[in-house]
Structure formats: structure tokens, C-alpha cells
T-cell receptor, first 111, second 111 residues
Framework: QKEVEQDPGPLSVPEGAIVSLNCTYS??????FMWYRQYSRKGPELLMY??SSGNKEDGRFTAQVDKSSKYISLFIRDSQPSDSATYLC???????????WGAGTKLIIKP | DTGVSQNPRHKITKRGQNVTFRCDPI?????LYWYRQTLGQGPEFLTY????????KSRLLSDRFSAERPKGSFSTLEIQRTEQGDSAMYLC?????????FGPGTRLTVL
């Protein structure tokens, strides 16, 4: 079992829809959770960063961590074609440590 | 531009040659990370610096790989005697605390 599992997709949704992206992880000691967006042939771009459980909202993006089920989610409201990218989840035991990554979910927003 | 920068953006080399990549982190960030990413996968950790000290190296980092951060600012990653399996995107990230911010990457192709 991989440390972080993520459905590779592609996930295709119409413009304006709410998108739900998910990851499961195995190490309950990890406290820091991050979501990155990566466009083709570009470096990952940090979208959301959360510590421990709970929700965090930033504009159209909401990150949710459920430590009891070892499940992390990213919700995108009012999705737009420019949101089409690969979304990677990552976690770490503390803020200094190297990240453990999912393989990424490819998201396609259809106009 | 105050983000992480990497040079060159692309490098094509012949097998057996040496290559060197440079990363300039965000200026106030004391932590610097190197990752490698292949198509369809999340980034793989290579090594990590806090200021000029190299604190951790992955087992992926064979003796052909060496990284330096001589003055705690920019960093270089050198690959000696390149092999075709070294072809990948090499990503640099920096952080102060919390989220890690990535550069655009250097894409290496070994022929």
C-alpha cells in the first residue's frame, strides 16, 4: 500500500460544477497536509496548507482533513477551465520534513 | 519575481556527461529541498538543506548525485555520468515554515 493514495483520473466535469478531489493516507502521525496544483510541464503550485484536522477555505478552494478516517479532500467551487490541471496531495509529520506525495489527479473542466 | 527560480529550464545531454542545475530560493527561506518527478508520478524527495547544512539525503540519491548550498542561499545539484534513467523533471522548493514553494523545474533529457 502506498503511503498516500490518490485516484489518477482523469476527472472531467462541466464548467461551474463543484469539484471534489480526495486522498487517503496511511500514517496517522502526519500532521501537515498540502494541496498543490500542477500544470503540464510546470512546477507544483501550493494551493492550500492545513495542520491537523478541520477545514480551511481560500476563495473558491476548501481543504478538509479527517484524521479519524485518514482522508483529505479539496473542494473547488465554481470550477473554471483554467482549473484544468493535475492536483497533488501531500503530507508530512512536521513542517520541516520532506513531503510524501500522492501521484496526482488529472482534472479537466469542460467549457 | 520573488518566487523560486531554477536554471536551466531544459537540459539535453548525452549519456555519460555531467550536468549541473541551479536553484535560487525565495530570499528569506532557510530551507531548500530538491525533488525529482517523472511523468504521472508525484515528486520524489532527493535532499534537504537548512541554511548551508545538508540535513537529509534520500536513498534515491546515488553517489553520482551531489548537492551543495555553500552560503545558505542558492543551491546546485550535480549529476555525474548521467544515465537515461536520470531523465526527469528536477524540482527545487524552499520554505521558512509550513508550505513549501516550488520553482518551475529543470527538465533533463539524457540521450
Amino acid at each position: 500500500q502506498k503511503e498516500v493514495e490518490q485516484d489518477p483520473g482523469p476527472l472531467s466535469v462541466p464548467e461551474g460544477a463543484i469539484v471534489s478531489l480526495n486522498c487517503t493516507y496511511s500514517n496517522s502521525a502526519f500532521q501537515y497536509f498540502m494541496w498543490y496544483r500542477q500544470y503540464s510541464r510546470k512546477g507544483p503550485e501550493l494551493l492550500m496548507y492545513t495542520y491537523s484536522s478541520g477545514n480551511k477555505e481560500d476563495g473558491r478552494f476548501t481543504a478538509q482533513v479527517d484524521k479519524s478516517s485518514k482522508y483529505i479532500s479539496l473542494f473547488i467551487r465554481d470550477s473554471q477551465p483554467s482549473d484544468s490541471a493535475t492536483y497533488l496531495c501531500a503530507h508530512a509529520p512536521d513542517s520541516n520534513y520532506q513531503l510524501i506525495w500522492g501521484a496526482g489527479t488529472k482534472l479537466i473542466i469542460k467549457p | 519575481d520573488t518566487g523560486v527560480s531554477q536554471n536551466p529550464r531544459h537540459k539535453i545531454t548525452k549519456r555519460g556527461q555531467n550536468v549541473t542545475f541551479r536553484c535560487d530560493p525565495i530570499s528569506e527561506h532557510n530551507r531548500l529541498y530538491w525533488y525529482r518527478q517523472t511523468l504521472g508520478q508525484g515528486p520524489e524527495f532527493l535532499t534537504y538543506f537548512q541554511n548551508e547544512a545538508q540535513l537529509e539525503k534520500s536513498r534515491l540519491l546515488s553517489d553520482r548525485f551531489s548537492a551543495e548550498r555553500p552560503k545558505g542561499s542558492f543551491s546546485t545539484l550535480e549529476i555525474q555520468r548521467t544515465e537515461q534513467g536520470d531523465s526527469a523533471m528536477y524540482l527545487c522548493a524552499s520554505s521558512l515554515s509550513g508550505g513549501k514553494y516550488f520553482g518551475p523545474g529543470t527538465r533533463l533529457t539524457v540521450l
